[in-house]
């Protein structure tokens, strides 16, 4: 287990080095998240011992759940939010998380300022693009991303970039490019994009932040 669970983390740390220096970029600046999601404690702690320590969850319930154990092991755990934020859960997001990475409407925009405010803790903020204009997805439309970042830069979140999840069935490398184009734009460095298929074409296309699952994991139940 605890083997498999290293040898899974190299192997993709190998993958995103090699799709790094094949477009002249440095390993080092992608940050691999292991989203953990659905995952238990167990399944977990095998990728704490071989040292990683950057986590995404998709629910804040969940991380409550399952992280303040962990990190009371494992104190310098850095924790991502990937998933839906409902306003009403900000306060609690802005306590556990580090980062969140689906900022998408104003309403969280100022829920957020006021659970930073409350709380004194600044999580790394990412605007989640709705990049392929999918109904049912979430995500900020392409159209009101101007408004919603000067929104957010003048609540004083710490926008770091944005984040997207490009459509299921379509080729994915046209989405990385439009989210890079739409950061560059806006001055945002920040990309957080690519999954456990799409990975090493988010790192070529200038991902910052790779959010990875069942290549670590396993499949989800
Ligand atoms: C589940 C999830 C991931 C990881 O997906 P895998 O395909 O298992 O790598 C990444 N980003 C978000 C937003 C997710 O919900």
């Given at each position: 287990m605890t083997e498999d669970a290293k040898a899974r983390l190299d192997k993709v740390s190998a993958n995103?080095?090699?799709?790094?220096?094949l477009?002249?970029?440095?390993?080092?600046?992608?940050q691999l998240i292991a989203i953990s999601k659905t995952h238990h404690a167990?399944?977990?702690r095998p990728l704490l011992e071989a040292g990683h320590r950057r986590f995404g969850e998709n629910r804040v319930?969940?991380?409550?759940?399952k992280w303040p154990?962990?990190?009371a092991e494992f104190p310098d755990v850095e924790l991502h939010l990937v998933g839906q934020l409902q306003s009403n859960k900000a306060e609690d997001a802005v306590a556990l998380f580090d980062a969140i990475h689906s900022v998408d409407r104003p309403s969280l925009?100022?829920?957020?300022?006021?659970a930073q405010q409350k709380t004194g803790r600044h999580p790394v903020c990412f605007i989640q693009v709705n990049i392929g204009d999918e109904p049912q997805k979430g995500g900020c439309p392409i159209k009101d991303l101007p408004d919603l970042i000067k929104e957010a830069r003048s609540a004083d979140?710490?926008?770091?970039?944005l984040m997207a999840v490009p459509p299921a069935d379509l080729e994915a490398a046209p989405y990385f490019a439009l989210l890079a184009k739409l950061a560059r734009d806006h001055g945002l460095k920040g990309l957080s994009m690519g999954m456990t298929g799409d990975y090493e074409t988010a790192v070529k296309l200038g991902a910052t932040h790779v959010r990875i699952g069942s290549a670590l994991f396993g499949a989800r139940g």
């Open positions: 995103i080095a090699r799709a790094a220096k477009s002249g970029r440095r390993a080092d600046d992608i167990p399944a977990i319930q969940e991380a409550q759940a154990g962990l990190r925009v100022s829920a957020l300022a006021k979140l710490d926008l770091a970039g």
